[in-house]
Each structure stands twice: as C-alpha cells, then as structure tokens.
Nanobody, 121 residues
Framework: QVQLVDSGGGLVQAGDSLRLSCAGSTTFFEVYLMAWYRQAPGKERELVATITQFGDTNYADFVKDRFTISRDNANNTLYLQMNNLKPEDTANYFC???????????????WGQGTQVTVSS
C-alpha cells in the first residue's frame, strides 16, 4: 500500500528543462538510496541517477552533466533537475526508494507510478 508519488513530467522542446519530484505516501524511518529510472516504449527500464543517504550521487553516462539528482532530507523528497533535454530523453520516469518503514522493519524497494517526459525537436 505504500507508494511513492512522482510528478513534474511534461512536453518540452529540445534544450528545455524540467524538474521531477518524488515523495512518499507515508513517512519512512530511513531511506538508504533514492534513484530515478526511465523506460521508453519498446525499451528496457534503465537507471538514470542515484543518491545515497549520505548525499553521494551517481549518473548514467547518457545524462551526466545534464541532470542533477538531489533530495530534501527533512521531507524525504527526491528531485531530478533535467537540463538541456534531448529527444532521446523521452521516457516514463520512475522514482525508487530503498528504505525502511520502521526501525525493526527490513529494507524494501518502493516505486513511483511514473511521470511522462516527452521532448520534441
């Protein structure tokens, strides 16, 4: 029943920017890793970027230097700032948390429903 809600997608032109957001439907005790994935029609889902609980970030080569992943620690909110968007960035973007709901609860994976990003030329 726990769900992440991602938002911020839309239709833009090449070179434009978007900021995606993701927040949980409940309060997490601890979030170890936050990530953004994307999936285009007919393509496999691919990892876009990650940020650890300590703030360490990693990016896929195809978005490096264009996208920035960040978090709001107080609200357990995840962001993806996407600059200089390209048509090949067109995909459904999903947020993902590796987290625990409580101190005595095992780590688990939670997904957003996806937000569509469409980039025209």
């Amino acid at each position: 029943q726990v769900q992440l809600v991602d938002s911020g997608g839309g239709l833009v032109q090449a070179g434009d920017s978007l900021r995606l957001s993701c927040a949980g439907s409940t309060t997490f005790f601890e979030v170890y890793l936050m990530a953004w994935y994307r999936q285009a029609p007919g393509k496999e889902r691919e990892l876009v970027a990650t940020i650890t609980q300590f703030g360490d970030t990693n990016y896929a080569d195809f978005v490096k230097d264009r996208f920035t992943i960040s978090r709001d620690n107080a609200n357990n909110t995840l962001y993806l700032q996407m600059n200089n968007l390209k048509p090949e960035d067109t995909a459904n973007y999903f947020c993902n948390f590796d987290a625990r709901l409580g101190h005595w609860t095992d780590r688990a994976t939670y997904w957003g429903q996806g937000t569509q990003v469409t980039v025209s030329s």
